[in-house]
């Protein structure tokens, strides 16, 4: 089966600039993360939907930062305006479905956002 | 969640076994223990997980202490390929929130 899609793979902004990634994924997974991994740490969640809607957005700048989920597949994580902390990578993983004993995320390779 | 504490980093020779440990001792009876690990530039990858027994697949093996306060992930014959950091993170069976959290892992560097 194919894995998670994200894009770009890497982007290098000005700080108050904009940015867009892009995730894809697996195909029927009905949930969605997204989490920031800034360098020597470990990733911390973002944002998680189910199908389209939102589980748990209680760490995400929502002054700065956006996302959706049209149509409970693809997804789009939005900064603006970029800040020179936001230099990090931005990971997306899928899961089959929430009700699930084991639920085993899976993750693309990421999206690298440099911020000068 | 309760809260896990893993060594910083720990070094293993190839074709050896890397024993990584991992204490989790506010774990609760409906909490599973995770393994993901993230290798250089790449997103974290599962490995396996297990709530009460002993577990093995093609990739590692589980050992969950009987009181379950601790385990140890055991990758059998390390390889290059197996340098990475690796997390151990423990989460409800059930509820309506899945999402796993992070914390620092373990930077296993396996040596030629």
């Known amino acids: 089966e194919a894995g998670v899609a994200q894009s770009p793979r890497y982007k290098i902004i000005e700080k108050r600039q904009s940015v867009a990634f892009w995730c894809n994924p697996i195909?029927?997974?009905?949930?969605l993360y997204w989490y920031q991994q800034i360098l020597g740490q470990g990733p911390k969640l973002l944002i998680q939907f189910q199908n389209n809607g939102v589980v748990d957005d209680s760490q995400l700048p929502k002054d700065r930062f956006s996302a959706e989920r049209l149509k409970g597949v693809d997804s789009t994580l939005k900064i603006q305006p970029a800040k020179l902390e936001d230099s990090a990578v931005y990971l997306c993983?899928?899961?089959?479905?929430?009700?699930?004993?084991?639920?085993?995320?899976?993750f693309g390779a990421g999206s690298r956002l440099t911020v000068l | 969640d309760a809260k896990t504490t893993q060594p910083t980093s720990m070094d293993c020779a190839e074709g050896r076994a890397a024993n990584l440990p991992c204490n989790h001792s506010t774990i609760s009876g409906n909490e599973y223990v995770y393994w993901y690990r993230q290798i250089h530039s790449q997103g974290p990858q599962y490995i396996i997980h297990g709530l009460k027994n002993n577990e093995t697949n093609e990739m590692a093996s589980l050992i969950i202490t009987e009181d379950r306060k601790s385990s140890t992930l055991i990758l059998p014959h390390a390889t290059l390929r197996d340098t990475a950091v690796y997390y151990c993170?423990?989460?409800?069976?059930?509820?309506?929130?899945?999402?796993?959290?992070f914390g620092k892992g373990t930077l296993l560097t396996v040596n030629p």
């Open positions: 993170i423990v989460r409800p069976v059930g509820g309506s929130n899945y999402k796993l959290t």
């Open positions: 195909s029927g997974h009905a949930t």
């Open positions: 993983a899928s899961s089959p479905r929430q009700n699930s004993g084991a639920n085993v995320l899976t």
